[in-house]
C-alpha cells in the first residue's frame, strides 16, 4: 500500500490556533507526506493567510488535510435551532475555506459537539441523531459544491455519545445519503469501542474517507500494544486508498493538554521530532509489505 501519511500539527503545540506554515517544512523533512491542520482556524484566515500556507504547502510537497471538534454553540444535534444553523454555517464556511486551499478532506466531531454529553435522564438518542442528520444534509451541500468530503469521527463514549461505533457511522452517513458525507476511524478511539479493529473497519468499507492513527495512550504508532498488522491488512482488504493522518498527544499544558486530557508527560524524555520521524518510518515500512 502506497497510502500518503500525515501528522497532526498540535502533537507540537499547546494552542489549537497556530501558525501552520511553520509545520510544513517540519513534517516534509520527519518523512510525512501531509499535516492535518485545525479546519476552523482555516475558516477563520483571510484569503491572504489561507494564500500564503497554500503556497509554503505547494512549495514543500506537502498535502493538507482538516479536522475539528465543533464546539457547543455550533452543535448540529442540539435541541436548539439557533445552535444548529449556526453549525450549518460553520461548516459551510469550512468547506468554502477548504475549497479555496484546493483542499479535499475534513474530518472530526461535525455532527455534534467535542465533548458531548446527553442530558441527563435522556437514554434515547434518536431524536439527537435526526436532528444532525438533518442538519448535515444541509451542509454537505457545500462540501459537494467544493469538493471536499466530509468525514463523520467515531469516537470513544467518554468525548461523544452519537457515533462511538463503526456501525452507527455507517447508519448515519447512509442517511445523510451524500458522496461527499464518509466516515473517519481512529484507531485510539476504536480500541476503546469496537470488538476488533478488523471488523470495524471492513464494516465501514468503501464509506471509510479518512483514517487517524494513534496508540491507546495516544502516542505515536509503534510505541504501544495496537495490532497495526491487522489494522493495515483490514484497510488493505478494503482496498482503502486515503490519507492515514497520526494524531499523536504525548505533553501536558495549555488548551490542548486540557482538552485531550494529558496529564503525564508521555515523551519517556523522547524528542518530539524524533519520534515523529521514527513513526512515519514505522507506518511506511508497514504498509510497503501490504
Ligand atoms: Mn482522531
Given at each position: 500500500m502506497n497510502n500518503k501519511v500525515g501528522i497532526y500539527y498540535a502533537y507540537w503545540t499547546r494552542n489549537w490556533d497556530a501558525d501552520f506554515v511553520d509545520f510544513v517544512p517540519l513534517v516534509k523533512r520527519l518523512g510525512f507526506d501531509i499535516l492535518e491542520v485545525n479546519g476552523g482556524t482555516i475558516a477563520r484566515m483571510s484569503i491572504k493567510e489561507r494564500e500564503r500556507l497554500k503556497a509554503a504547502a505547494l512549495s514543500a510537497g506537502v498535502e493538507l488535510t482538516y479536522c475539528i471538534g465543533l464546539t457547543r454553540e455550533y452543535d448540529l444535534a442540539s435541541e436548539d435551532a439557533a445552535t444548529r444553523q449556526r453549525g450549518v454555517e460553520f461548516l459551510t464556511r469550512m468547506a468554502d475555506a477548504i475549497g479555496d486551499m484546493d483542499g479535499k478532506i475534513l474530518g472530526g466531531i461535525i455532527y455534534s459537539s467535542w465533548p458531548g454529553k446527553m442530558p441527563q435522564?435522556?437514554?434515547?438518542k434518536r431524536p439527537f441523531l435526526d436532528r444532525s442528520v438533518a442538519a448535515m444534509t444541509e451542509a454537505v451541500k457545500a462540501a459537494e459544491d467544493n469538493g471536499v468530503l466530509f468525514n463523520v469521527e467515531v469516537v470513544n463514549r467518554f468525548e461523544q455519545y452519537l457515533l462511538n461505533t463503526a456501525q452507527e457511522a455507517v447508519a448515519y452517513v447512509e442517511r445523510v445519503n451524500s458522496p461527499n458525507c464518509k466516515i473517519l476511524l481512529d484507531t485510539f478511539h476504536m480500541n476503546i469501542e469496537e470488538e476488533t479493529f478488523a471488523d470495524a473497519i471492513r464494516t465501514a468499507g468503501s464509506r471509510l474517507g479518512h483514517f487517524h492513527l494513534g496508540e491507546a495512550n495516544r502516542r505515536p504508532p509503534g510505541r504501544g500494544r495496537l495490532p497495526w498488522d491487522e489494522i493495515f491488512g483490514a484497510l488493505g482488504d478494503i482496498g482503502y486508498k486515503g490519507a492515514m493522518t497520526m494524531e499523536p498527544f504525548m505533553v501536558p499544558g495549555g488548551e490542548v493538554g486540557r482538552d485531550i486530557s494529558v496529564y503525564r508527560d508521555l515523551t519517556n524524555g523522547l524528542d518530539l521530532d524524533d519520534e515523529a520521524e521514527r513513526s512515519a518510518k514505522f507506518v511506511k515500512d508497514k504498509l510497503a509489505t501490504l
Open positions: 435522564d435522556v437514554t434515547d
